[in-house]
C-alpha cells in the first residue's frame, strides 16, 4: 500500500496520484474507453446497469473525468459552505459516487478537524465495483484522514436505494443515468437522510432541467436553497429560453490532450447544480449568472437576485471600489461582494 501523500491539500495530492495512474495505461486502450465514456455521457438514454464495466473503464474515467467532476464538486460545495458558515457536516455520503471525486471535493472544502479528534464518517456508494475499487485506491493515498478511513459500498441506484442519515449527501453526475422513477425517489432518499444536500449535472439544458427537477423536491421536503440561487422561490429563467450553469477551469492531463487532439492545457468544464439545507443558510443577495461583459469603464453583470427576478447592473468606473470589485468579478460570484470593497 502506497504512503499517503501528506502534506498535500486533496487538491493537489489527487492530481500526482491520477497523474501516476495514467503513466501505466496503455493509450490506446484509454482512448478507446475515453471515447466510449464521452458518448455515454453526452447521450440522453438512461441505463438500468453501471456505466463503468470494468478497470480499463474506470482507469479511463477516473483520468479523463474525474479532474473535472471535483472541480465542479469543489465549487458547488464551496458555494454551500460559504452560505453555510460555522457548518461542518457530522459526516458525508456520495450516492452513485464512482471513483469519489465529491468526497474528495468535500475535503477540500472541509478538512479534518484541527485538534485531532475522529475524522467525519465518509460513504461512497456505487454500484460499479470496479469503480469502487479504484475509489479506494485513491483514497488509500489521500492526506486527508475522512478519505482514508471511507467506506466503499457496493449498492445499485435506483428507488430502492437506502442511503444512511448523514451530514452532507452530495448526488453528484448520475442522475442522467437514471430513469426519471428512480431520479425522484434518489433524490428523495437523500434529503430524508440529510442536512445538506447538493446535485450537481452537466452544465447542459439536460442537466439543468435535472437539477430543476431536483431543487424542487428538495424545497418540497422543507429545505432551503443554499445555492447558487439567492431564493428558494421557483426559477426566474423562462423554461426552454435558456439554463443557468456555471464554468470551472480544469487543467488538461496528457490523455485529455491525446483524445480531444488538444493543445491547450486547460479547458473548462460546465456544470449546473443545487445546494440545499434543512436550517436557514445566509444566500447571496445576487449571482453572476453569465460571464461578466468587461467594456470601456463600465462592466455588465447579469445577475439573478433574492428578490426572485433576473436583471442586469452597469457598475462604471465612476463607481470606484465597486467598479474595481466587479473587474475581478466572475462567472458563479456572489454580487455584491460578501464584503464590501475597501476605498
Partial sequence: MHAPLSPQAPAEALRATL???VDGLPPRQAAQATARLIANYRGATPTDAPVLRDRSDVVAYAAYRMPATFEADRAALGALADAAPGWTPSGHTDIGGGTGAAVWAAADIWPDPADGSAPRPVTVLDWAEPALALGRELAARAPSAALRSARWRR??????????????????????????ADRTAVVDAAAGAAEAVAVVE????????????????LVAAGFHVAAP??????????????WCHFATRVSRSSLHRQVKG???AWEDEKFSYVAATRFR???VAARVVRRPQTRKGQVLLDLCRDTEELSRETVTKRQGPLYRAARDTAWGDPWPPREDPAP
Fill in 19 to 21: 497523474a501516476e495512474l
Fill in 155 to 180: 449498492a445499485r441506484i435506483d428507488a430502492a436505494l437506502d442511503v444512511p442519515p448523514s451530514g452532507l449527501v452530495t448526488v453528484s453526475y448520475v442522475l442522467g443515468e437514471l430513469t426519471p
Fill in 202 to 217: 452537466p452544465g447542459t439544458p439536460d442537466g439543468y432541467r435535472r437539477v430543476i427537477e431536483a431543487r424542487d423536491r
Fill in 229 to 242: 440561487c439567492p431564493h428558494s422561490a421557483a426559477c426566474p429563467i423562462e423554461e426552454g429560453t435558456d
Fill in 262 to 264: 488538444a493543445s491547450l
Fill in 281 to 283: 443558510p445566509d444566500p
